[in-house]
Structure formats: C-alpha cells, structure tokens
C-alpha cells in the first residue's frame, strides 16, 4: 500500500494468509446513529466478523487516507469529528 490508503496489520496480515476478511463501512458511526451508540454498532459488528472466524476491515477515510481496518481511536476520531463528510 502507500500513504494514500493504509492496511491494518491483522487485516494484512490475513490477506497475505488468503484468510477470509469482512468489508464494513463507517456510515454507522459518522452518520447513522449518535455518538456513542454508532461506534457500539461498530464494534458489535467486528465482533460478530470474528467469531464467524474471519478478520473484519472496518474501511474509511481518515486525515486524507484510505484506512482498512481502522482501529478503536481510529473509530472514534471519526465519530467526534465535526462535519465529517
């Protein structure tokens, strides 16, 4: 990858190992519920990923990059920020 679009370590990580990997999106955290009920979703939704045994790569934008598999702060950055698009 390069700086435009950054891959998390595990989600690399199972990528490289052919294992299987999940897509979610942020809309749920920046738009579709309130603060801190989307990132409660969120989070509920990696979990449920992971225990049908693959590696979710929760994807957004994030200070002008690509982030796949955004972390908790990550998640919550985007969830705090102001008029976030």
């Known amino acids: 990858m390069n700086e435009l679009c950054v891959c998390s370590e595990p989600v690399a990580q199972a990528l490289a190992a052919r294992a299987p990997v999940v897509a979610l ?3 749920v955290v920046t738009h579709g519920l309130p ?3 989307g990132i409660a979703a969120a989070l509920a ?5 992971r225990q049908s045994g693959a590696t979710p790569a929760t994807i957004g934008v994030l200070r002008g990059a690509i982030r796949i598999g955004i972390s908790r702060e990550e ?3 985007l969830a705090t ?3 976030v698009c």
């Open 45 to 49: 939704l990696e979990d449920e990923v």
């Open 75 to 77: 998640l919550d950055e």
């Open 35 to 37: 603060h801190p009920d």
């Open 25 to 27: 999106e942020t809309t």
């Open 81 to 83: 920020t102001p008029d």
